[in-house]
């Protein structure tokens, strides 16, 4: 594969796939001016049209199945990228794109003064594309040094592995230096100063195990069970076993999940668990300045009793984190953007905020959410379930919380993160060195704010809200951080009308503050909707899917997002025919298709249960506005009978 151009912005060798997801995501990349009071001829308009119909099962009715009419064929789209889309509403895609732009804009980044940042993410691109990925080099000589120096790999040292000389504990810790899962996991803290937490991980590879899973491997194989050992077999025959040797090497690994597995079903004992090593081998200081799980002294016993299964299975979890899962050559160039991207985002936030955050859309951001708090706070002094105190407390958690996006609190430490990104040491003759490298500064740059508390002992923001770079809404003390991923297509596009960023950004900006008032404030809420869901829907909708649709009690995001667009329609004196080129909608629909789409998902996806399916629907069928928009006769699938349940 060739090398990066540093003096080309753009790409131009793009196959025949690839390309009308290239000229989308070029027109959203133009400039455009302020919005106009109807859209007419937008390129972007029609290429992000043609993008929605791409989602959508347009033979079915909207009354009958909104999910399947807006989302339907979502599933079908792309399934030639590295990692599937599971949904809509996760922007990695639209983000590894943008990073893939911005690796080239050496001229931004000398103008941040970060350009020696750029030059470690070109260099690292650039051997991730040239390195031998598929099938994963799992016998790789660098791999198997490093399992031998935190534990060794019984199955493929034999007699050289001494188990009097192994710690599981120990080899675990070192797992969590490269983000891979080891027995257990580091939970490190939101917004706290210096202390740690631990939880057991649960156990398995491409799908966690369970004890019917285990109990079954006699009879009849569960998905999970095959799953796991399809992959251990893969790494094992790396190192040209027997398939005897790695028969006898899985089922081990295999009655220790079952023994764990049942052992944890069992009374679990509050016995502390010494985790001193934990701190020399992470933070090189035996003080203990967390908290642990009573259940790491459960896998203690078991692990104990199966110490050589045990370091083969820690052995093949590292194989795994490096291991780049590829299902064909074709799928690198992805892989290796999400993993430069992911890697090193501090860099490609501060490059993204830079090239993308104008004031037109700052502003236009904010008055968005000026729009959602005002249309919430008029639902909150009209629904006549609260009493006074309880409305109060609602009007003034409303008006108080605030909205910051974009710009991070503290800059000097954002940049203090971008310069560790030159700590990376590329390997020019060994990508599986260089790989390792790359995991290590991960794992590190999620690290550096307990590393240096003191020069962070001010900032109590929640990690994740002043730095990631995805669609991350997460509430602290009244501050809500809106991460760049939201700000970008299915939420929000500048050349957009209305009725769509409303229905997609409005709608998930308003869910955030109703969702945050419910769990703070308002359990009789709670009651009264699945009350009314109860009379109303259960016996036209079945028990099973009903006790799906009543874990859902808010639908005060959605209510509260439409009333904002009503008002902004009326102010900017709209047309109210205005359609979407290229979409046979009215406003009003094109808003509730908006709001579907952010939650598309694909079934095919492990870790994707039909949830989202059954919030969207029981949020559309109680919605007033919904059912008018469409003209839903009573007796339809969104519209079982007359009565909605409303509590905004």
């Not at 990695?92 to 690796?103: F, N, P, Q, S, T």
């Not at 992470?282 to 203690?300: A, M, P, V």
Request: hydrophobic share 35%.
């Amino acid at each position: 594969m060739g090398l990066l151009k540093s003096s080309f912005r753009c790409s131009i060798s793009l196959s025949s796939v690839e390309l009308p997801i290239y000229l989308l995501l070029l027109s959203f990349s133009l400039t455009f001016g302020n919005e106009q009071k109807v859209i007419r001829n937008s390129e972007t308009d029609y290429s992000h049209a043609e993008l929605v119909k791409s989602y959508m099962n347009s033979s079915v009715a909207p009354c009958d199945d909104f999910y399947e009419y807006a989302c339907g064929n979502f599933e079908n789209i792309r399934p030639d990228r590295y990692s599937r889309r599971e949904n809509l509403g996760k922007p990695g895609y639209v983000l590894d794109d943008i990073a893939k732009e911005l690796l080239h804009r050496m001229d931004l980044a000398e103008s941040l003064n970060v350009s020696r940042e750029l030059r470690v993410a070109q260099r690292f691109y650039n051997a991730c594309l040239e390195a031998d990925l598929h099938p994963f080099p799992a016998a790789d000589s660098h791999y198997l040094n490093i399992i031998r120096s935190i534990g060794g790999f019984p199955a493929v040292d034999g007699a050289a592995w001494n188990a009097s000389n192994f710690s599981w504990f120990n080899m675990s810790a070192h797992l969590t230096n490269y983000g891979a899962r080891g027995i257990y996991s580091e939970v490190l803290p939101n917004n706290g100063r210096s202390e740690v937490s631990f939880e057991v991980n649960y156990l398995g590879f491409d799908a966690p195990v369970q004890l019917d899973n285990m109990k079954k491997q006699n009879k009849n194989k569960s998905w999970a069970y095959k799953r796991n050992e399809q992959r251990m077999r893969r790494y094992l025959r790396s190192f040209n076993l027997t398939e005897a040797k790695i028969a006898e090497v899985i089922d081990g690994v295999f009655v220790f999940w079952r023994e764990a597995l049942e052992e944890e079903y069992a009374i679990r004992y509050g016995v502390p668990f010494d985790v001193t090593n934990y701190f020399e081998i992470i933070w090189n200081q035996s003080e203990k300045r967390g908290s642990f799980n009573s259940d790491l002294q459960i896998r203690d016993r078991v692990c104990i009793r199966h110490p050589e299964a045990v370091a083969n299975y820690l052995a093949m979890q590292l194989l795994y984190t490096f291991d780049s899962s590829l299902k064909d050559i074709k799928n690198q160039r992805d892989y290796c953007t999400t993993k430069m991207r992911t890697s090193m985002w501090p860099l490609f936030k501060k490059l993204h905020l830079a090239e993308n955050f104008d004031k037109e859309k700052r502003s236009e951001v904010l008055n968005i959410v000026q729009e959602v708090r005002k249309s919430l706070q008029t639902l909150v002094e009209e629904v006549t379930w609260l009493d006074s105190e309880a409305r109060k407390k609602a009007l003034f958690q409303v008006s108080a919380t605030e909205f910051h996006f974009g710009t991070p609190a503290d800059s000097s430490l954002t940049d203090q993160l971008v310069r560790e990104i030159l700590r990376l040491e590329v390997v020019d003759d060994s990508y599986a060195v260089t790989n390792m490298n790359l995991l290590r500064l991960q794992v590190d740059i999620q690290r550096f704010r307990i590393r240096h508390p003191r020069e962070d002992v001010n900032n109590t923001k929640p990690w994740k809200a002043i730095f990631g770079f995805d669609k991350n809404i997460t509430n602290d003390n009244a501050i809500v951080e809106i991460d760049a991923g939201l700000l970008e297509p299915p939420y929000y596009h500048r050349s957009w009308p209305h009725s769509l960023k409303f229905g997609s950004l409005g709608f998930t900006l308003g869910e955030h503050l109703t969702t945050f008032l419910l769990f703070s404030s308002f359990e009789k809420m709670d009651l009264i909707y699945k009350d009314c869901q109860w009379k109303t829907f259960s016996k036209h909708l079945g028990p099973k899917v009903f006790q799906q649709l009543y874990l859902y009690t808010d639908s005060g995001g959605l209510r509260s997002a439409f009333e904002a667009y009503r008002s902004r329609r009326m102010q900017t004196l709209e047309d109210p025919e205005q359609k979407m080129p290229g979409l046979d909608l009215l406003p009003d629909q094109l808003f509730f298709l908006g709001f579907a789409q952010t939650v598309c998902y694909d079934l095919r996806a492990a870790n994707w249960s039909r949830q989202p399916k059954y919030k969207l629907l029981s949020d559309l069928s109680n919605s007033e506005d919904f059912l008018q928009a469409f003209n839903c006769p009573v007796g339809s699938g969104m519209r079982p009978t007359n009565q909605t349940c409303q509590v905004w």
